[in-house]
């Protein structure tokens, strides 16, 4: 497609459950970026893929986020257990390089948690 | 480690009149610098970028940004403000070295009165 795309838009989880968010980054784009963005806050880095290798996670909150890019294209956070406080959007960027380059950003997923 | 400053979390404007959003950011390396738009339930808009040709950069809907190394500011301005303009504006560092590629600013929500 032309831009990133994220599924599912909106979804509701009741807490305690588990979720999955898809993105669908710019074909040929090395690099997919995800972050969470709070209700009225900056996007806050959660983990970086180049290609299908995942070079830095130091942004996911717990053990109970973990994300995957197994070919080097499609990716999926997924979220265990979820919890009130994982209420937020999630966006996924993809960028063609690493360096210098500008992140093109998919619509975010917004998630709450009941 | 990278950081961005947003110095101001609102500004309002009246329509017709300029527009200027302040942002100072701290990096050990060269960065490369942008300004990205978000509208209400909108996916963020890239509006422009430096990476270390011209230290003026123009962007589209005619907002510029001046890269100014010795005051390590990026501040974004235009002329004269249109109601279109009203939304949520976050800068950006990027020095490309790692996983968090790109940092985001607090951002500052710009208003628009007619």
């Known amino acids: 497609g032309a831009g990133v795309s994220q599924s599912p838009r909106y979804k509701v989880a009741k807490r305690g459950q588990d979720v999955a968010l898809r993105c669908d980054p710019i074909?040929?784009?090395?690099?997919l970026f995800w972050y969470q963005q709070a209700l009225g806050q900056g996007p806050e880095f959660l983990t970086y893929f180049q290609n299908e290798a995942q070079l830095d996670k130091s942004g996911l909150p717990s053990d109970r986020f973990f994300a995957e890019r197994p070919e080097g294209s499609v990716s999926t956070l997924k979220i265990q257990r979820t919890q009130q406080e994982d209420s937020a959007v999630y966006l996924c960027?993809?960028?063609?390089?690493?360096?210098?380059?500008?992140?093109?950003f998919g619509q975010g997923t917004r998630l709450t948690v009941v | 480690a990278q950081s961005v400053t947003q110095l101001d979390s609102h500004v309002s404007v009246s329509e017709g009149t300029p527009v200027l959003l302040r942002c100072n950011y701290s990096s050990s390396y060269s960065p490369s610098l942008f300004w990205y738009v978000q509208h209400p339930n909108k996916g963020l808009q890239l509006l422009l970028k430096y990476t270390s040709a011209a230290t003026l950069v123009k962007g589209i809907n005619g907002f510029e940004a001046e890269f100014k190394k010795s005051e390590t500011s990026f501040h974004l301005t235009k002329p004269s403000a249109h109601m279109s303009d009203a939304a949520e504006y976050f800068c950006v560092v990027s020095d490309g070295r790692g996983g968090q590629n790109f940092v985001f600013g607090p951002g500052t929500r710009l208003s628009v009165l007619p």
């Open positions: 960027a993809s960028s063609l390089r690493r360096v210098n380059t500008e992140a093109f």
């Open positions: 074909s040929g784009h090395v690099s």
